[in-house]
């Protein structure tokens, strides 16, 4: 059998996880034998950033070893999404903090930009004619506003997406919905079974 080049740099894999982290917490999604086995969300605790930041360390090295995973899709901060650096800063202290805990396990962990796994599922970026679309079905609105309506409706694409392939799902997070994306993708996409 042929190799092509793209399969030489694939990790072997069997349980796939993809992560979506926010300073808040850490939903996950693992992936195996082709279908998501396990998911959830982990919600850090604190009076403010530091105090989530501690509690984010702890709580995700309680559960890593738990995980059990040969490879991690952490979804890459992007100043972007943001548009605040310290908001930017903070998000990539907490991913810091559970990326050195996630290592802890020899566990291999890529950072995909959240358009390529979006993308992979069949929801990229809303094009011209569909932002002007919205604009006449809710006219008069904020530019910010339409800025939020997209992304509340791509992250209910993403939902419906995973709804609608196991429709016993049923999920309601838009967290976990994107850890589904990244897990998905990197199962699919960025390895091949052991």
Request: proline share 3%; with cysteine.
């Amino acid at each position: 059998m042929r190799l092509k080049l793209g399969d030489l740099a694939k990790t072997k894999a069997s349980r796939v996880m993809g992560i979506d982290c926010s300073t808040h917490s850490l939903a996950f999604c693992i992936f195996y034998n082709r279908r998501p086995v396990r998911w959830g969300k982990i919600v850090f605790n604190g009076a403010d950033f530091w105090e989530r930041l501690a509690d984010a360390s702890n709580k995700v090295r309680a559960v890593a070893d738990d995980f059990e995973v040969d490879y991690i899709a952490f979804e890459s901060a992007i100043l972007a999404t943001t548009k605040n650096a310290d908001v930017t800063i903070k998000l990539s202290m907490v991913y810091g903090a559970c990326i050195a805990e996630l290592m802890r396990t020899d566990t291999k962990i890529v950072t995909p930009r959240p358009l390529e796994w979006q993308s992979y599922i069949g929801n990229p970026n809303f094009k011209k004619a569909e932002k002007d679309a919205l604009k006449l079905e809710c006219p008069g609105k904020s530019a910010s506003w339409y800025s939020g309506e997209i992304r509340n409706r791509r992250k209910q694409k993403t939902m419906d997406f995973f709804n609608h392939k196991w429709p016993e799902l049923n999920i309601t997070d838009n967290d976990v919905g994107d850890s589904f994306g990244l897990a998905y993708y990197a199962y699919h996409n960025l390895t091949v079974r052991k």
